[in-house]
């Protein structure tokens, strides 16, 4: 199911925001990093959940996992759940060429953020992550100006 609309924008000042592409075929993270636009976005490479939630450990902050369905050591299911655990937990979408609607369900039913079809289409790409890092930094308190007097109508 393609989103519709256009990818919120990313401002200029937001540089390097760490997304951990997690898979084991290099073109992934390559398709990755040649989508998403410098300096905004730096894509750290995982091969395995295992070396995956090391780098989450390490690099911080990780607000965003683009992980493969297919993977050779363990599941995308088993990474999610250990993400969920984590005091920062990520952000987490799963991407595969079979993003059938049992996968969308599954995933996003198990707590992941999103699900992207491969190959990747940039709009849909950047819409996806870009709404997950809006998601992913403290929203700016709001606060409320009470009328002073002299702004108040008189009858």
């Known amino acids: 199911m393609p989103h519709i609309g256009k990818p919120p924008k ?17 073109d992934d993270h390559a398709a990755l990093e040649a989508l ?14 295992t070396s995956a939630l090391s780098l989450l450990k390490h690099v911080k902050p990780t607000p965003l996992v683009v992980c493969e369905r297919d ?15 984590l005091p920062d937990r990520p952000f987490f979408i799963v991407a595969s060429r079979l993003a059938d609607d049992y996968l ?3 995933a996003l039913n198990r707590g992941a953020y999103d699900v992207l079809s491969k190959p990747f289409d940039f709009t849909e790409l950047t819409r996806s992550l ?9 929203s700016p308190e709001i606060t409320r100006r009470l ?9």
């Open 130 to 138: 870009s709404l997950a890092w809006q998601h992913s930094e403290p």
């Open 71 to 85: 993977l050779l050591q363990g599941t995308w299911q088993d990474l999610l759940t250990q993400t969920m655990a």
């Open 147 to 155: 009328p002073t007097v002299a702004n108040v109508a008189v009858a």
């Open 36 to 49: 998403l636009p410098k300096p905004q976005w730096k894509v750290h490479r995982a091969d395995s959940p």
């Open 104 to 106: 969308w369900a599954e």
């Open 10 to 26: 990313i401002h200029l000042w937001c540089r390097n925001i760490p997304v951990l592409s997690v898979s084991t075929a290099p």
